[in-house]
C-alpha cells in the first residue's frame, strides 16, 4: 500500500534548529495535502502545520514564524524546518498524506509512526 517514515528527530538545544522530513512511498497516484502533527508525554496529538499540493501552507499559532513547512511532489516528501526550537517543542512528530492511488480515488489519509524531537540543554 503506502507507506510514510519521518526522517530527522534528536536532540537538539534550545534555540537550535532541526529538518524533518517525511518520505511516502507504495502505490501512489498523487498526494493532495500533507501535514506535520505532534504529541507531547501526555498531551494529544496536536496539528502544526500543513501543504496543499500547490504549495499553500498553514501553521499552527505556537510555531508561526519558527516552522516552515515544504515539500517536493518529485519526491513524495514533505519537510518541516524547526527554527528557534524551545523545551515545549518537545514531542513525537508524525507526518500525514492525503494520497490518491488511481485518478479516481479520493484520497486517504496515511500516517507515519513518527520520530522524537528533544528540545534540551
Known amino acids: 500500500q503506502v507507506q510514510l517514515v519521518e526522517f530527522g528527530g534528536g536532540l537538539v538545544q534550545p534555540g537550535g534548529s532541526l529538518r524533518l522530513s517525511c518520505a511516502a512511498s507504495?502505490?501512489?497516484?498523487?498526494?493532495?495535502?500533507m501535514a506535520w502533527y505532534r504529541q507531547a508525554p501526555g498531551k494529544e496529538r496536536e496539528w502544526v502545520a500543513g501543504i496543499t499540493s500547490d504549495g499553500r501552507t498553514n501553521y499552527a499559532g505556537s510555531v508561526k514564524d519558527r516552522f516552515t513547512v515544504s515539500r517536493d511532489n518529485s519526491k513524495n516528501t514533505a519537510y518541516l524546518e524547526m527554527n528557534s526550537l524551545k523545551p515545549d517543542d518537545t514531542a513525537v512528530y508524525y507526518c500525514?498524506?492525503?494520497?490518491?492511488?488511481?485518478?479516481?480515488?479520493?484520497?486517504?489519509?496515511?500516517w507515519g509512526k513518527g520520530t522524537p524531537v528533544t528540545v534540551s540543554s
Open positions: 500525514n498524506g492525503n494520497v490518491k492511488q488511481s485518478r479516481f480515488d479520493y484520497g486517504t489519509i496515511y
Open positions: 507504495g502505490r501512489i497516484f498523487s498526494i493532495l495535502s
